[in-house]
């Protein structure tokens, strides 16, 4: 077999922590880059978007979706192969990962009548996101050290 890459171990205890705070961050992001940098694109928008009150029903799945995303972002990381880590190696990460889901948001804007305009500010906004949160998860996770067998006893 070739010499092949194998996937680190796994760190749980800091893969719990780097899920929490990426959460945190993200969810943190979500609500200052929704409820406030693009509020008047979603009252231009209102008649696209349930009501503010109906909304607040369906807040339990919201969060849930974030922490989802959070922890699936987290977990990916943790089990891709290779050995970079560190800063630069979550940052290059989060790149990957934004423009993934990036191209999701162009394909809403071909199936949904969305602005562009907002189209355009979800992927510039998603693309620093996942690149802070690259950078978090980078500078927290680390693999668990290799567990050097014990010695044989005769």
């Known amino acids: 077999m070739p010499n092949t890459p194998k996937c680190p171990s796994m760190n749980t205890k800091r893969l719990?922590?780097?899920?929490?705070?990426?959460?945190?961050?993200?969810?943190?992001?979500?609500?200052v880059f929704h409820g406030f940098i693009l509020k008047n694109a979603y009252i231009?928008?209102?008649?696209?978007?349930?009501?503010?009150q109906e909304m607040m029903n369906y807040m339990g799945f919201l969060v849930f979706g974030e922490f989802l995303r959070s922890v699936v972002f987290c977990v990916l990381y943790a089990i891709r192969p290779g050995h970079r880590d560190?800063?630069?190696?979550?940052?290059?990460?989060?790149?990957?990962?934004?423009?993934?889901?990036?191209?999701?948001?162009?394909?809403?804007?071909?199936?949904q009548p969305l602005p562009l305009s907002l189209?355009?500010?979800?992927?510039?906004?998603?693309?620093?996101?996942?690149?802070?949160?690259?950078?978090?998860?980078?500078?927290?996770y680390r693999p668990a050290a290799p567990v050097s067998p014990s010695p044989v006893r005769a």
């Open 16 to 31: 719990i922590v780097a899920s929490i705070v990426v959460f945190v961050f993200v969810y943190l992001y979500d609500w």
């Open 44 to 52: 231009q928008t209102a008649s696209l978007w349930r009501p503010e």
């Open 86 to 111: 560190g800063v630069g190696a979550g940052i290059g990460y989060g790149l990957l990962i934004a423009l993934l889901l990036i191209g999701t948001d162009f394909i809403t804007y071909a199936v």
């Open 119 to 140: 189209i355009t500010s979800w992927a510039i906004g998603g693309l620093i996101q996942l690149l802070v949160a690259g950078a978090l998860l980078g500078a927290i």
